[in-house]
Each structure stands twice: as structure tokens, then as C-alpha cells.
């Protein structure tokens, strides 16, 4: 049934999956394909098998009466596919890489700062550290971000980037010649704390840990909220160095913090993974990539 030469692993996953949503938008959400490639791809297997798949009915579709007969075969052929961590991406064109990054920041920036030849598309997850680090674990992502140092026989860790963090405030609740954060005079501030962010939460407490006081905390729904309560003089923010260029304003004055609030972020790999498409070029051009977010943030900071 399976014996021609030009059927693929890939064609079985996408017919497998149409069929489990019977619709190819929702299948194309799963495998981060374009509906028309999977429109083609099941038309191909089709070909190839000499009969329909599917029933069309609009937009939905039905398993044909050979689709359901096939269908418990081609699980059976993935699932032992899976057994020896065959990656489908290892099949297709323009393989696509998940990695996880725990401050969404560098979401942004990495992707100001990608790489444009490359034959690979990055999609960054964001996350909490432990739900990342799970994912890593069941090969739901292929890489990592995080600042979080974990030891674990199953990841491997390298060094990634170590990014500077500042405080910002209204100019007038601060010296305007004071360029470095008081542990006196923030005792005394508010700290705003973005509360649908469990990573600014962190970044925020241990900044108040490390100067060995409780502040009051101010916690703001959302980020947009932020330039408006700086405006009204509510607290101080903690933000990452990359960060001042998007809060810069007039009124706005930013705080430098000691080294030894700096944050070193790692790069870690599920070792146990079968060798994707090249990952070694995925890691060195993310390594690249922040790099010149390290450049980019330097040159901030070297204005305070």
C-alpha cells in the first residue's frame, strides 16, 4: 500500500493531522505550514495512492471510507517514526526552529536583529522558565532562553548574553545628577510591577532583595500603562537596559543599577534530541543575533 518511492514521512504527518481536525486551517496552525502546502502535499498522496482521502463538504473535511481504513496504518508508521526521533522538519524546505525565550523583550529585538539569509525560519515561544524548560524536555521546543540556571543531565548550557538593568522614574522623584540607584532613596519609592508579567515580578523582586528593602509595590495590568504612571510619578520601574529606548521620554530618567544586578541569559539544548536540520547554524546565528543585542544595549547604557 505504502510502496511508492516518492512517499514521504512528511505527507503521512499531514494527512494524519488534516484528519484529526478535519480542516487543513487548524492542521496548518499544528504543523506551521501553509494551508496550500497541505492542500497540495494531500493531494500528492493521493495521487500517489490512487484514491480520495477525504470527502469535501465545504470548507470541513470527511474521512473517505479507504481514508478511515488507512488511517490506524499511518499512525502506526509515524509512531514508530517517533521512536527513532525522526524530526519531520528534517523533511521540508524551510525547516521551522521553536525556541523559547523567557523575557519577551528579546523576542522583539532578535527579531530586529535576525539574520536575513539564512534556509530556516525561527518562531519564538514566550514563556515562564519551568513551562519552557518542560517543553524543552518533550521536544516541544528546540532551544531555550532563560536566565534561570538549571543542571540537568538532559540539557546542555552555554552562555548567551549578559544584559545590564536600570531603573526608570520621573525626573522628579530622583536627583537629576543622580545616575546610580540609592538603596535610601528607593526605600522610600514605589516599585511599579507589570502584573500579567511573572518575569518582571522576579526581575523586580530581586532587584528589591539586592538592596535589602521592602519597597511598596505598585502592580500595573498591562504594560501600556507603564508611561502613564511614570508620568504621574507612581514608583520607579525595573526594566532591562535594551529596554530605555522604548520608555524614553523627557520626563523620564533612568537609574543605572550595580553589576551585580545583571543578568547572564544561557542557551540551552535537550542533548537527548535527535540532530535536527543543522541545529548547530540555528545556535551560532542566534549567538550572533545577540551579540548585537549585547552591542545595541552597551551603547545605551554607555550614555548614563
Known amino acids: 500500500m505504502f510502496g511508492c518511492e516518492k512517499m514521504s514521512i512528511e505527507k503521512l504527518e499531514y494527512f494524519y493531522i488534516i484528519a484529526k481536525y478535519s480542516s487543513l486551517s487548524k492542521a496548518s496552525q499544528e504543523l506551521y505550514a501553509g494551508v496550500s502546502s ?35 496504518v499511518v499512525k502506526r508508521i509515524i509512531d514508530e517514526a517517533k521512536k527513532i526521533q525522526f524530526p519531520l522538519y528534517q523533511m521540508i524546505d524551510r525547516p521551522i526552529f521553536k525556541v523559547g525565550i523567557s523575557e519577551s523583550i528579546f523576542i522583539f529585538e532578535a527579531g530586529e536583529c535576525a539574520c536575513k539569509e539564512v534556509d530556516y525560519t525561527i518562531r519564538y515561544v514566550n514563556a515562564a522558565p ?3 524548560f518542560n517543553q524543552l524536555k518533550n521536544r516541544e521546543v528546540d532551544l531555550v532562553i532563560t536566565s534561570s ?13 549578559r544584559s545590564k538593568v536600570v531603573l526608570a522614574a520621573n525626573t522628579s522623584l530622583v536627583k537629576n545628577e543622580l ?21 518582571h515580578q522576579q526581575l523586580t523582586q530581586r532587584t528589591a532583595d539586592f538592596f535589602s528593602i521592602t519597597p511598596e509595590y505598585l502592580y500595573c495590568p498591562d504594560s501600556l500603562g507603564i508611561h502613564k504612571w511614570l508620568k504621574e510619578k507612581k514608583g520607579v520601574f525595573v526594566i532591562h537596559a535594551i529596554e530605555k529606548e522604548l520608555l524614553s521620554r523627557e520626563s523620564i530618567h533612568f537609574l543605572s543599577l ?32 545577540f551579540k548585537e543585542i549585547e552591542m545595541k544595549e552597551n551603547r545605551i547604557t554607555h550614555f548614563f
Open 179 to 199: 545616575n546610580q540607584a540609592d538603596a535610601k532613596d528607593l526605600e522610600k519609592i514605589p516599585f511599579i510591577v507589570l502584573s500579567d508579567h511573572l518575569g
Open 130 to 132: 519551568l513551562e519552557l
Open 258 to 289: 550595580p553589576n551585580g544586578l545583571n543578568l547572564e541569559f544561557y542557551l540551552y539544548k535537550n542533548k537527548t534530541s535527535a540532530p535536527a536540520f543543522d541545529i548547530e547554524e540555528v545556535e551560532n546565528d542566534l549567538k550572533q543575533i
Open 149 to 161: 540556571l538549571v543542571e540537568d543531565p538532559q540539557f546542555e548550557r552555554t552562555a548567551l548574553i
Open 38 to 72: 497541505l492542500s497540495s502535499a494531500l493531494k500528492s498522496l493521493e495521487n500517489e495512492l490512487g484514491y480520495d482521502l477525504f470527502l469535501r463538504q465545504g470548507k470541513k473535511l470527511i474521512l473517505s471510507e479507504k481514508g478511515e481504513k488507512i488511517l490506524p
